[in-house]
């Protein structure tokens, strides 16, 4: 990776890693006040993801895989720097996500209904209360998108991937506030006979809000571009042809992918009746529900949101230039430093999201032991499948860069096929209280499959990309985390970690301050070990800290 790519990724990566944080912080208040496994969660977690899964749904793949390529192409091939054919490109996705807000916030009762099978009237009342103000979201998601990707195209990486700072800051003030004014779930167990509409703005309306300003934030570093952007109409004969027709592909590819993961969804919403029923138990027993899921996805994702996506985000921007000047051998080398960069990182993550998942279930627990255990049990879970997460995503950049939308729509059909055949057997074959754990398995098979099949179409599209050298970094990185992560569980032992009756399940803060010190553990050794393994990778990633210390030291 050139040194702008490397230094591209680092800033990237690093405003991706405080939003992450940030969202961590976000995701523990918010256990605080209305607990992880709680109705409460649950159906505020119905109507807090459903505006990013209509989102991802209807656009997210288009915006996300389209736009760069075709703006990159429109600023070569044209006087303005592709301005008019930028602003041309804004003001239909911008009016296209408008009337896609609208329709879907028209059909919010429907919708609902169908994503809570088995609910009681009042649980599902309070989630149609909340939808409608958190659905409002999908034409912010859809306005940071564009903006944001066109700011990459232009090279400013930082602001698409910092900004979500912002949002995550409100949504904390906003959790912070519903504490201090209402208790914690803990103190006072928030349910539907006690909730106030001022709950509801606190925490519902709040979270509207850091979204929306996510968004129009990047109004201020679009407009520095100097390309004078501004609404225009009129789309015939600017070239929006190609892009209508990769849209259409991916659009197909979005929508499969995303029935797939609504079906999952779907099944993991179980009826709130039965998790009361063993809540109700004596004595009281805990299942893991849809809140416990997507605290543990969160987790599985964050190597890929912080580092995979860093590099691919940038590394896109190098295939689609690659495979305009149909240069097979450059896109080769930009997958294959992808692959190798991002695993050395993501089988770290992943083997200490295994070995402290119960700490970690802990953080998203609301400080409830038992609560915590079950969220780790999930995260053990989906962990398997978190470093494929990545490699299936930047397969899937290989054909977007050279526009083939169509590749990508075949495997995520089959894929879908597969996952929709899962969630029915789920549904009907799997105890209540052991769905999540089963949809948290067909998670990480899905994403290790569509590794798989993404390999055989891409060597076939654009022969070897290292796969040899790929496959050795990932094992000399695996051993190497494998064996750290295991001399960590040592001082997992040491604080109390391997019992929910240890010190370190009494609270929030003795669950950090274990995590922390058994990051920090295995971290020091995993570096070691990936020298010691004979990582060739190692004096290239490290080179610019060196150079830096160097550089210090000789002052």
């Given at each position: 990776m050139a040194r702008s790519g490397a230094v591209s990724s680092a800033i990237m990566a690093s405003g991706t890693?405080?939003?992450?944080?940030?969202?961590?912080?976000?995701?523990?208040?918010?256990?605080?006040?209305?607990?992880?496994?709680?109705?409460?969660?649950?159906?505020?977690?119905?109507?807090?993801?459903?505006?990013?899964?209509?989102?991802v749904l209807v656009a997210a793949g288009v915006f996300n895989s389209v736009l760069v390529p075709q703006v990159i192409k429109a600023s070569k091939n044209s006087t303005d720097d592709g301005a008019d054919y930028i602003s041309r490109l804004m003001t239909l996705a911008v009016i296209g996500m408008a009337v896609i807000t609208l329709v879907v916030v028209l059909l919010t009762v429907p919708i609902i209904t169908i994503m809570t099978p088995g609910w009681e009237a009042g649980h599902r009342s309070l989630a149609i209360t909340f939808a409608l103000f958190t659905l409002p979201q999908i034409f912010f998601y859809g306005v940071y998108t564009v903006m944001g990707q066109v700011l990459n195209a232009k090279?400013?990486?930082?602001w698409f991937m910092w900004t979500p700072a912002l949002n995550n800051v409100i949504a904390i003030a906003g959790l912070l506030v519903f504490i201090q004014q209402f208790g914690s779930y803990a103190s006072v167990q928030h349910d539907l006979d006690t909730w106030t509409n001022a709950q509801t703005f606190w925490l519902v309306v709040i979270s509207t809000v850091g979204v929306a300003s996510q968004a129009l934030i990047l109004l201020w570093p679009l407009s520095r571009l100097g390309l004078d952007l501004r609404p225009k109409f009129g789309w015939r004969g600017i070239g929006l042809s190609t892009a209508a027709k990769l849209s259409g592909w991916t659009l197909a590819t979005g929508v499969i992918a995303n029935l797939a993961f609504l079906a999952l969804s779907r099944t993991a919403n179980i009826p709130q009746a039965y998790v009361?029923?063993?809540?109700?138990?004596?004595?009281?027993?805990?299942?893991?529900?849809?809140?416990?899921?997507?605290?543990?996805?969160?987790?599985?994702?964050?190597?890929?949101?912080?580092?995979?996506?860093?590099?691919?985000?940038?590394?896109?921007?190098?295939?689609?230039?690659?495979?305009?000047?149909?240069?097979?051998?450059?896109?080769?080398?930009a997958l294959s430093k992808a692959l190798r960069y991002s695993g050395i990182a993501n089988v770290f993550f992943t083997a200490c999201l295994i070995a402290y998942a119960g700490p970690l279930g802990m953080l998203f627990s609301g400080g409830i032991q038992a609560s915590g255990a079950v969220v780790g049990q999930v995260v053990v879970v989906i962990a398997i499948g978190a470093p494929f997460l990545t490699t299936a995503f930047l397969f899937g950049r290989v054909f977007y860069a050279q526009e083939d939308a169509r590749t990508p729509f075949l495997v995520q059909t089959l894929i879908s096929a597969l996952t929709v055949g899962a969630a029915f057997a789920i549904q009907h074959w799997v105890e209540p209280n052991r769905m999540v754990m089963a949809i948290a398995a067909c998670y990480a098979a899905q994403n290790i499959l569509s590794t798989l099949i993404y390999h055989f179409w891409a060597v076939k599209k654009i022969g070897d990309y290292g796969l040899g050298q790929v496959l050795e970094t990932h094992v000399?990185?695996?051993?190497?985390?494998?064996?750290?992560?295991?001399?960590?569980?040592?001082?997992?032992?040491?604080?109390?970690?391997?019992?929910?009756?240890?010190?370190?399940?009494?609270?929030?803060?003795?669950?950090?301050?274990?995590?922390?010190?058994?990051?920090?553990?295995?971290?020091?050794?995993?570096?070691?070990?990936?020298?010691?393994?004979?990582?060739?990778?190692?004096?290239?990633?490290t080179r610019p800290l060196t150079a830096r210390l160097a550089t210090r030291l000789k002052r």
């Open positions: 890693l405080v939003s992450r944080v940030l969202g961590f912080i976000k995701a523990i208040l918010l256990a605080v006040a209305i607990g992880s496994l709680s109705n409460i969660a649950n159906i505020f977690d119905v109507a807090i993801n459903l505006p990013n899964l209509i989102y090279g400013a990486f930082g009361s029923s063993y809540l109700e138990a004596d004595p009281p027993q805990v299942i893991a529900g849809n809140y416990a899921l997507n605290q543990a996805t969160m987790l599985y994702s964050l190597p890929h949101g912080v580092i995979g996506l860093s590099i691919a985000t940038v590394l896109f921007n190098t295939m689609a230039a690659a495979a305009a000047e149909r240069n097979t051998q450059g896109i080769n080398a000399r990185s695996l051993g190497a985390a494998m064996v750290a992560a295991g001399l960590g569980t040592g001082v997992l032992y040491l604080l109390g970690g391997w019992s929910t009756d240890g010190w370190a399940w009494t609270s929030l803060v003795t669950a950090l301050i274990t995590l922390a010190a058994c990051g920090v553990v295995t971290g020091v050794l995993y570096l070691v070990l990936l020298k010691v393994f004979g990582l060739k990778e190692l004096p290239e990633l």
